[in-house]
């Protein structure tokens, strides 16, 4: 996948005020979050389905299975994602039809998200979008997915949700132009203490760079100080990742151009990827989550030996929009449910194997039988 991020202008916008938010799930609220859980943040980590109707809801979090499980807590981006599906890119200066086109709920951070209420996790996310139909769409999917949107906020302002063209040819490849809108506008210059409290109290967080630096440092270091994982994606900017950011993140989560580009080093070979790694381990990160695509992935933790996971073949491959997400998010559930090193990144293979044979990013993901059904499927063949 391609990709190109385009920051619009910045927007000015106030600090988020100090009265009780609604505790409706439907509306999105201005300014402030939509449900508050700082009263009693305990009782509603431990029992997260209070926001969900189990008959709305196919993907309800399992009060059994995660009584009391801390949450992931996925902090990032949200978009709308324009599908225009096309035969091959455009040259320069050329006009040409598209079969179909659509919008989809989408961003790497609300994939993610997705992803893992879908899977049945209890999952927060943190995010912004603007006062328009796309943030509706947004809203509406994640909260069909089963995630908790208490921190969802509504920026206003005129700022429109944050979307991305995402051009999709024949044989599921695509490349994506991203307008950060929200995503990367009016975030207040210190988090509030809401959204800091949920970092720390989640199992795990995970991060991407669809949003500011500066917002990803803070709960990045947050949850550092709390004793809490973090996941940081480098899908997004391709801007220098700043060292401070590096440093407070347990896994770092590249995909081979992304390290490619990080590390200034080549990555064409195992070896080459070797040596690059070895270059991310100098820069503080202990742990590189590696996403090879067709070729599967790997794990390097430093000082030890990688552990390599091929792809699970997939019955055929429609869009690969999300894959990378949701492969990020499942091995992220599968890590805090305590499965060990080999089977997250078995777990991860065989969402991602589901992921890529259905059109759209938050469409795709996967529940949890279907991930492991096909992971008992892989194993008996």
């Known amino acids: 996948?391609?990709?190109?991020?385009?920051?619009?202008?910045?927007?000015?916008?106030?600090?988020?005020?100090?009265?009780?938010?609604?505790?409706?799930p439907q509306p999105i609220q201005k300014c402030f979050p939509i449900q508050s859980i700082t009263k009693h943040r305990r009782q509603s980590l431990i029992l997260p389905s209070i926001a969900v109707k189990s008959s709305q809801n196919p993907h309800q979090f399992s009060a059994t299975q995660h009584h009391d499980s801390p949450p992931l807590v996925v902090v990032g981006s949200a978009n709308a994602d324009i599908y225009v599906e096309i035969d091959r890119l455009p040259k320069e200066g050329e006009t040409i039809s598209?079969?179909?086109?659509?919008?989809?709920?989408?961003?790497?951070?609300?994939?993610?998200?997705?992803?893992?209420?879908?899977l049945s996790y209890p999952t927060y996310f943190v995010g912004q979008v603007g006062e328009d139909a796309h943030g509706n769409l947004i809203a509406k999917a994640l909260r069909n997915g089963g995630v908790r949107l208490d921190h969802l906020r509504n920026v206003g302002d005129g700022v429109p949700t944050g979307h991305a063209v995402v051009l999709l040819q024949a044989g599921g490849q695509n490349s994506i132009i991203i307008v950060?809108?929200?995503?990367?506008?009016?975030?207040?210059?210190?988090?509030?203490?809401?959204d800091l409290e949920i970092v720390k109290n989640a199992g795990i967080v995970l991060?991407?760079?669809?949003?500011?630096?500066?917002?990803?440092?803070?709960?990045?270091?947050?949850?550092?100080?709390?004793g809490v994982s973090v996941i940081l994606d480098a899908g997004g900017m391709d801007t220098p990742?700043?060292?401070?950011?590096l440093r407070s993140v347990d896994i770092f989560s590249p995909n081979e151009t992304e390290l490619a580009r990080i590390t200034e080093m080549p990555t064409e070979s195992f070896e080459q990827i070797e040596?690059?790694?070895?270059?991310?381990?100098?820069?503080?990160?202990?742990?590189?989550?590696?996403?090879?695509?067709?070729?599967?992935?790997?794990?390097f933790v430093e000082g030890e030996k990688p552990i390599k996971q091929p792809i699970i073949p997939a019955a055929r491959v429609l869009d690969t929009t999300?894959?990378?997400?949701?492969?990020?998010a499942s091995f992220a559930v599968a890590l805090v449910e305590g499965k060990s090193k080999e089977e997250c990144l078995?777990?991860?293979?065989?969402?991602?194997?589901?992921c890529v044979q259905v059109k759209g990013a938050i469409p795709s993901m996967p529940d949890r039988a279907s991930v492991t059904d096909l992971l008992q499927t892989a194993q008996v063949s």
């Open 180 to 194: 950060g809108g929200a995503n990367m506008s009016c975030w207040p210059e210190k988090l509030g203490n809401q």
């Open 241 to 245: 990742i700043p060292a401070e950011l």
């Open 1 to 24: 996948m391609k990709g190109l991020t385009l920051s619009p202008a910045s927007h000015c916008f106030p600090n988020l005020p100090g009265k009780n938010p609604t505790t409706d």
């Open 346 to 354: 078995k777990f991860a293979a065989a969402a991602a194997s589901l």
């Open 98 to 118: 598209a079969s179909n086109g659509q919008t989809l709920a989408g961003g790497k951070g609300a994939n993610q998200a997705a992803c893992g209420g879908k």
């Open 322 to 328: 999300g894959a990378g997400d949701t492969f990020t």
């Open 207 to 226: 991060l991407q760079r669809e949003i500011p630096d500066s917002v990803n440092i803070q709960v990045a270091q947050a949850a550092k100080d709390a």
């Open 275 to 299: 040596e690059a790694v070895k270059k991310c381990h100098n820069m503080g990160v202990k742990q590189v989550l590696l996403k090879l695509g067709s070729k599967g992935s790997a794990l």
